[in-house]
């Protein structure tokens, strides 16, 4: 099955080596699919998913923070791009499975 929409988001980690300190970048794809969303290691059924917002300040290219709010609570995600697309196929899903629990 093909994924409706893919956003990249972005993670960061610092490492200490023997004598300086690097900040490590790395990336991921976030895939939307008809029945989940996949990130990384974890699977989210769209039925548990409320909602998916975010924020971003392009103005001085840096991070923003993509937010899934699932019956689970809320998991927040690096972004570098705005997720338009991510989010408008999502509420193209959410009149079909919203409140279906």
Same mark, same amino acid.
């Given at each position: 099955? *093909? #994924?409706?929409?893919?956003?990249?988001?972005? *993670?960061? %980690?610092?490492?200490?080596?023997?004598?300086? @300190?690097? +900040?490590?970048? $790395?990336? /991921?794809?976030? &895939? =939307?699919? *008809? !029945?989940?969303?996949?990130? @990384?290691?974890?699977?989210? #059924?769209? %039925?548990?998913? &409320? !909602?998916?917002?975010?924020? &971003?300040?392009?103005?001085?290219? @840096?991070?923003? /923070?993509?937010? =899934?709010?699932? $019956?689970?609570?809320?998991?927040?995600?690096?972004? @570098? +791009?705005?997720? +338009?697309? =991510?989010? %408008?196929? /999502?509420?193209? &899903?959410? #009149?079909? +499975? %919203?409140?279906?629990?």
């Amino acid at each position: 099955m *093909e #994924p409706l929409a893919i956003h990249r988001c972005v *993670e960061v %980690k610092q490492e200490i080596g023997w004598i300086e @300190k690097r +900040t490590v970048e $790395t990336s /991921f794809d976030l &895939l =939307l699919y *008809e !029945d989940r969303i996949e990130v @990384k290691d974890a699977s989210y #059924p769209i %039925k548990h998913v &409320l !909602d998916i917002s975010y924020r &971003l300040d392009e103005r001085d290219n @840096k991070m923003g /923070f993509l937010y =899934l709010h699932t $019956t689970g609570g809320i998991r927040t995600y690096y972004i @570098k +791009t705005e997720p +338009t697309d =991510l989010i %408008k196929e /999502f509420k193209v &899903l959410m #009149p079909s +499975t %919203k409140y279906n629990m």
